[in-house]
Nanobody, 127 residues
Framework: VRLVESGGGSVQAGGSLRLSCAASGYMVSFYLMGWFRRAPGEEREGVAVIGNDNSTSYATSVKGRFTISKDIAKNTLELQMNSLKAEDTAIYYC??????????????????????WGQGIQVTVSS
């Protein structure tokens, strides 16, 4: 399994970015996937997850601003980020599980569910 993130960069507060994660050797439609992030000096945390049934869960801090989705035709995982804040600044990671599981809060909080990780991509939001 190979996961490659794209779409990161720098944006002003209030702006938008769209992250994409291209998967190879893996079918995004079959399994649980998620986006995680690590801010400077912080532990990696769950941002959003989407299950094999397209159910989703979000971190409280991003709910209503971020949307996770799968593009089956492109075999990618997407994260639309709107109304970005300085505190969203972090390295964002795409993660893939080998489990056919729902996008629950438990899946958001349990990083050991994920077997493969992308290399990460920087998102910087300036205030």
């Amino acid at each position: 399994v190979r996961l490659v993130e794209s779409g990161g960069g720098s944006v002003q507060a209030g702006g938008s970015l769209r992250l994409s994660c291209a998967a190879s050797g893996y079918m995004v439609s079959f399994y649980l996937m998620g986006w995680f992030r690590r801010a400077p000096g912080e532990e990696r945390e769950g941002v959003a997850v989407i299950g094999n049934d397209n159910s989703t869960s979000y971190a409280t801090s991003v709910k209503g601003r971020f949307t996770i989705s799968k593009d089956i035709a492109k075999n990618t995982l997407e994260l639309q980020m709107n109304s970005l804040k300085a505190e969203d600044t972090a390295i964002y990671y795409c993660a893939a599980s080998s489990r056919e599981y729902v996008g629950s809060i438990w899946a958001l909080e349990t990083q050991r569910l994920y077997d493969s990780w992308g290399q990460g991509i920087q998102v910087t939001v300036s205030s």
